[in-house]
């Protein structure tokens, strides 16, 4: 029985952990390039100020992922 879908998914065990992870920084990179360049003209909207105001934003956020993450720690196989 072929299962190919389930290199898509990072597996109960993580087995698939270095691929999810680098596919991940791939996505967020692209990203950050496409932010850097498609409007290059325009003025800087987080300025150091801001990003030194950020930390308890980062926390909320981290703290939401993690909750949401719990949703997939359950096992599929009951």
Do not use: W
Request: proline share 4%; hydrophobic share 35%.
């Amino acid at each position: 029985m072929e299962n190919k879908h389930l290199a898509l998914f990072l597996g109960p065990k993580a087995e698939n952990a270095n691929i999810f992870t680098s596919t991940l920084i791939d996505v967020v990179q692209d990203y950050i390039h496409c932010r850097r360049n498609y409007y290059t003209g325009d003025s800087l909207l987080v300025t150091k100020e801001v990003q030194g105001d950020k930390e308890p934003e980062f926390d909320r956020l981290q703290q939401g992922v993690t909750e949401m993450m719990s949703l997939f720690l359950m096992s599929p196989n009951g």
